[in-house]
């Protein structure tokens, strides 16, 4: 059983990081919390981490008896998912072209309560933990359905305890990337902010496309 659960837990790892990408995810949202300062960060970085928390777990729990509540599928959220995805790589693509003005503009108006506003919808939810994260915690606790208990409760707590570690990463990357930025420069930053805007659109279409191609075969 020991053997067991380090195996899943090993696969729950691997199948999380590339959807959760937690330092390409903190590149990202990086422009989020400019303008604050070290205690107001790991405030916000805290309160993103809880909500990816609660996330993960309600999908890991409950994810498919709310799909089944609402008449939603899988298919359905990794589409939905995918375009409000694309739609933000597409914004933060755009706010590359502004002046230097507007963006110094944007810069300080993230320290107002509007980030308080913004850090379940778009920081945790999708950019963080979105519908190609839903997915594979569906689709990783559908796994554990039709065992005994004391397989269900290996399964999963093994896929409870790579969220916790997921989280442990997003919370170091988060609070640390404008120290990857500032060793990167400001070329460097600018460079990150629009492969990271890029992918994110990708990504997005990947995840849309992945929906689209599933509800075609149904």
């Not at 899988?74 to 939905?80: G, M």
Request: aromatic content about 12%; charged content about 15%; proline content about 3%.
């Amino acid at each position: 059983m020991s053997n067991d659960f380090i195996h899943l837990l090993f696969i729950g790892l691997i199948a999380l990081f590339p959807v959760v990408n937690p330092l390409g995810s903190a590149f990202i949202i990086e422009h989020y919390f400019k303008g604050l300062d070290r205690e107001e960060k790991r405030n916000a970085v805290k309160k993103v981490v809880f909500y990816a928390f609660s996330i993960c777990s309600v999908s890991l729990f409950s994810g498919r008896y709310i799909l089944e509540l609402f008449g939603l599928s899988i298919p359905n959220i990794q589409l939905a998912g995918g375009i409000m995805i694309c739609k933000m790589g597409w914004e933060l693509l755009s706010k590359q072209e502004q002046s230097q003005d507007k963006i110094k503009m944007s810069e300080v108006s993230n320290k107002d309560t509007s980030l308080e506003n913004k850090l379940f919808y778009p920081i945790s939810f999708p950019i963080t933990t979105g519908p190609g994260t839903m997915s594979v915690l569906f689709t990783l606790s559908a796994h554990s359905a039709g065992i005994d208990f004391n397989g269900y409760m290996v399964n999963t707590l093994a896929i409870f305890i790579s969220i916790l570690i997921m989280c442990v990463l997003i919370y170091i990357f988060y609070l640390n990337t404008g120290s990857i930025l500032n060793y990167l420069g400001k070329k460097g930053e600018i460079i990150i902010n629009q492969m990271s805007s890029f992918l994110i659109f990708c990504v997005g279409l990947q995840i849309a496309f992945s929906g689209i191609k599933t509800l075609l075969k149904m």
